[in-house]
């Protein structure tokens, strides 16, 4: 079955560090542009990081540069998302999402909610 | 940046209605990089249309796409009861990537 399916959030305090994993399967996953999205409670659908194929490159978005940083293990089959200096405004639903510039996010993980609060 | 408005807001319907959903962009989007996605509580969102007018893998007829350059609609000839739900515009084409605020699809 063509999935994927992210694990890791959880209740972190402020200033505090997580890590997201997505495992993807079903599917060839080194040939795929894969990306996290994020949706604050309320709020829309924000892609806050990207990865290219090969990890050559990477996409921030400004509200999380510098403190997020994305990686792929294509022998594994897995995207991370290491978030760190957690603030409150981080908190969301994290989606692991197949997709990225030039090509539509046409698969998407059930997501995994991260709640930073003291 | 791409600005994506979406418009409008919230739709109240009735099953069997047309639902006609727009989204403009503040610059022209690329090569008509244009996707739709329907977003439901608690679910992961699903691709609808890509390439503003392309039905993604095993979407429904109902479902159309249309538009160009900076003005894109999404249309759902009869709304089924499943329908019901946030669709969001997104174009892929120039970085950063960005989405619409969301159109919610409401029971009327």
């Known amino acids: 079955e063509v999935q994927l399916l992210e694990s890791g959030g959880g209740l972190v305090q402020p200033g505090g560090s997580l890590r997201l994993s997505c495992v993807a399967s079903?599917?060839?996953?080194?040939?795929?542009?894969m990306s996290w999205v994020r949706q604050a409670p309320g709020k829309g659908l924000e892609r806050v990081s990207g990865i290219s194929t090969g990890s050559a490159s990477t996409y921030y978005a400004d509200s999380v540069k510098g403190r997020f940083t994305i990686s792929r293990d294509n022998s594994k089959n897995t995207l991370s998302l290491q978030m760190n200096s957690l603030r409150a405004d981080d908190t969301a639903v994290y989606y692991c999402?197949?997709?990225?510039?030039?090509?539509?996010?046409?698969?998407w993980g059930l997501g995994t909610l991260v709640t930073v609060a003291s | 940046e791409i600005v994506l408005t979406q418009s409008p807001g919230t739709l109240c319907l009735s099953p069997g209605e047309r639902a006609t959903l727009s989204c403009r962009a503040s610059?022209?989007?690329?090569?008509?990089?244009l996707g739709w996605y329907q977003h439901k509580p608690g679910q992961a969102p699903r691709l609808l249309i890509y390439?503003?007018?392309r039905r993604a893998t095993a979407i429904p007829d109902r479902f159309s796409g249309s538009g160009s350059g900076t003005d894109f609609t999404l249309t759902i000839s009869r709304l089924e009861p499943e329908d019901f739900a946030v669709y969001y515009c997104?174009?892929?084409?120039?970085?950063?990537?960005?989405f619409g605020g969301g159109t919610k699809v409401e029971i009327k």
């Open positions: 999402v197949r997709g990225g510039t030039g090509t539509p996010f046409d698969l």
């Open positions: 390439g503003a007018s």
């Open positions: 079903g599917f060839t996953f080194n040939t795929y542009i």
């Open positions: 610059q022209s989007v690329s090569s008509s990089y």
């Open positions: 997104q174009q892929y084409g120039s970085s950063p990537l960005t």
